[in-house]
C-alpha cells in the first residue's frame, strides 16, 4: 500500500510527523508530493511533483495545513482524499487569535476554505470529538466524513536528550513551552505565579508568539522575578526542559478553541513522565482522568492554578503516581504506531 502525502505542508511539524512515522511503522509505504515554494508558484511546482507519480500510489493524504490543497488535489485525482483538517482555520484567526473582524470579507474566505475543502474530501481528520462536532455544527459536513485521530507524540525525538541525573536544587520547578496564543492562556501562568511567589517556586517559560509582549509587560508590572522567560529549544531538546521540571503546564486560555483540543505539550509531558496541570475542558476529557493521569483545574483561573501546583507541589505520592500513569497510558494507546493502525482500519487499508 502507497500513500501519497500532498500539499504545502511543513514536513517537520508534529502533526504530519507523527501521521508520516506511523504510517510506515503500520507497514505504508509514504510517497511525499511537498511544495514549500511561495505564491503561485508552490501550485505550479505541486504540479509538476505530482505528474511525476500520479499512477504510484493507492490514495491521498493531504497535510496540514491544507485547505487550499485539498482544491488542488482534487482537480488533480478521482482517487480517495484524505484531508488532515487537524482544526479550522476560520475559528482559529477569527475567534481564537482574533486577527481580523468576524464580519469581514477575509473571515467570510476563511470560512468557506473550511466549508469547501471538508466538501472534496472523501474524509477529514481532526484531533478530537469536540472538534469534530464543531464542524459538524458549523460546516453542516456529515458526521461519518469524519475520523478522529488523537495528536500523539514522537517519543523518540522527546526522549532523545533525557538525562537520568539527579538534579541539585534548593527551589520547585514548573514548566511551560508554547507559541503564546490565546488559547494557551499564558496570562493565568504568570498571574498564578503572583500568588506562589513566597513559595519558593520558579518558572521556565519557553516560546515567543501573539501575546508575548503582553506577557511581558504583565510579568513587570506585578514585579515577579520567580519567572524565566526563554525565547525558545530545539524540539529534541524539548525534553531535556520537560524531565528537569518538577510539574509541567498545559493550557488555561479562555477560548471555545480551548474547549475543544488536546495541545501537543499535554502529549509531550506524558512522554517524558512528568505530572502536569491543565484546565478541564471537554477536549481534554477525552482522554485523561482527574487525578489518575492529570490534575485539572478551572479554565481561566489564576487561583484555582495556584492552588493545584501547591496541591502538586505538596504531595509527592500524587505527583508520581500521575506522572506513573501518563506515562502508562501513552505508551499504551498514544504512539504514532498505535494512532494511525486506527486510521488504517478505519479507512480499511489492506
Not at 281 to 301: H, M, S, W
Not at 336 to 342: D, G, M, R
Request: glycine share 6%; charged share 30%; aromatic share 12%.
Amino acid at each position: 500500500m502507497k500513500v501519497c502525502y500532498f500539499g504545502f505542508y511543513s514536513p517537520n511539524y508534529s502533526r504530519n510527523h507523527i501521521i508520516k512515522k506511523g504510517l510506515r511503522e503500520n507497514g505504508v509505504e509514504v510517497i511525499e508530493c511537498n511544495s514549500r515554494a511561495k505564491g503561485f508558484k508552490k501550485y505550479i511546482d505541486l504540479i509538476i511533483q505530482y505528474s511525476r507519480i500520479k499512477k504510484d500510489y493507492d490514495f491521498m493524504i493531504v497535510g496540514f495545513p491544507g485547505y487550499q490543497a485539498v482544491i488542488l488535489a482534487r482537480f488533480l485525482t478521482r482517487k480517495k482524499i484524505v484531508f488532515d483538517a487537524f482544526t479550522s482555520i476560520y475559528d482559529s484567526i477569527v475567534f481564537d487569535r482574533k486577527t481580523i473582524n468576524k464580519k469581514s470579507i477575509k473571515a467570510f474566505y476563511y470560512f468557506l476554505l473550511d466549508w469547501t475543502s471538508c466538501r472534496l474530501a472523501d474524509k477529514v481528520l481532526l484531533d478530537t470529538n469536540e472538534h469534530i462536532d464543531y464542524f459538524i455544527n458549523k460546516f453542516k459536513v456529515k458526521k461519518n466524513k469524519f475520523i478522529r485521530v488523537l495528536v500523539g507524540s514522537d517519543g523518540d525525538i522527546i526522549k532523545e536528550n533525557l538525562k537520568n541525573e539527579h538534579l541539585d536544587r534548593d527551589y520547585f520547578l514548573i514548566h511551560f513551552h508554547g507559541t503564546f496564543i490565546p488559547l494557551q492562556g499564558v496570562e493565568y501562568i504568570i498571574k498564578a505565579a503572583k500568588l506562589l511567589e513566597r513559595e519558593n517556586i520558579k518558572f521556565n517559560i519557553i516560546g515567543k508568539g501573539q501575546t508575548y509582549k503582553k506577557i511581558i509587560k504583565l510579568k513587570d508590572d506585578l514585579n515577579l522575578n520567580n519567572i524565566n522567560f526563554i525565547d525558545s529549544v530545539p524540539y529534541e531538546r524539548l525534553g531535556e526542559y520537560i524531565a528537569k521540571a518538577d510539574i509541567c503546564l498545559g493550557i488555561f486560555g479562555n477560548t471555545k478553541k480551548a474547549i475543544r483540543v488536546i495541545p501537543n505539550k499535554i502529549y509531550e509531558y506524558m512522554v517524558v513522565g512528568r505530572p502536569f496541570v491543565t484546565a478541564k475542558t471537554r477536549g481534554v476529557e477525552e482522554i485523561l482522568i482527574d487525578g489518575e493521569n492529570v490534575l485539572f483545574c478551572n479554565i481561566a483561573d489564576e487561583k484555582d492554578l495556584a492552588d493545584k501546583i501547591l496541591k502538586l507541589k505538596n504531595d509527592k505520592e500524587l505527583r508520581d503516581k500521575i506522572a506513573k500513569n501518563a506515562n502508562k497510558l501513552f505508551n499504551e494507546k498514544l504512539t504514532p504506531k498505535i494512532l494511525v493502525k486506527k486510521l488504517i482500519t478505519e479507512l480499511n487499508i489492506k
